[in-house]
Nanobody, 111 residues
Framework: QVQLVESGGGLVQPGESLRLSCTAS????????MTWYRQAPGKERELMAT?????NTERSVKGRFTISRNDSKNTVYLRMYSLKPEDTAVYYC???????WGQGTQVTVSS
């Protein structure tokens, strides 16, 4: 059974960093494209970054977000830097091949 579980969200202050994790089960993340999205209140879901099986990455949002992968943990990460209030959203990881999404993790940036 394919499953994605995100973690690492929370309440942070502007300027802080955060690392989100997405742990997969039922398949190996090294073999498939993995993506991170976010959805802010009242807005459409937005593609943040993609990591490909060979390990190359693509950012769809410039600057402060980095996607990476730990093959031994079957986990994909989204590292976020210099967070701003407008980064407040629910963050989701996705495995497009499996049409699978995690449940999301809330990130709130506020002083």
């Amino acid at each position: 059974q394919v499953q994605l579980v995100e973690s690492g969200g929370g309440l942070v202050q502007p300027g802080e960093s955060l690392r989100l994790s997405c742990t997969a089960s039922g398949f190996d993340v090294t073999d498939y494209v993995m993506t991170w999205y976010r959805q802010a209140p009242g807005k459409e879901r937005e593609l943040m970054a993609t990591i490909f099986p060979l390990g190359n990455t693509e950012r769809s949002v410039k600057g402060r977000f980095t996607i990476s992968r730990n093959d031994s943990k079957n986990t994909v990460y989204l590292r976020m830097y210099s967070l701003k209030p407008e980064d407040t959203a629910v963050y989701y990881c996705s495995a497009p091949f499996w049409n699978s999404w995690g449940q999301g993790t809330q990130v709130t940036v506020s002083s």
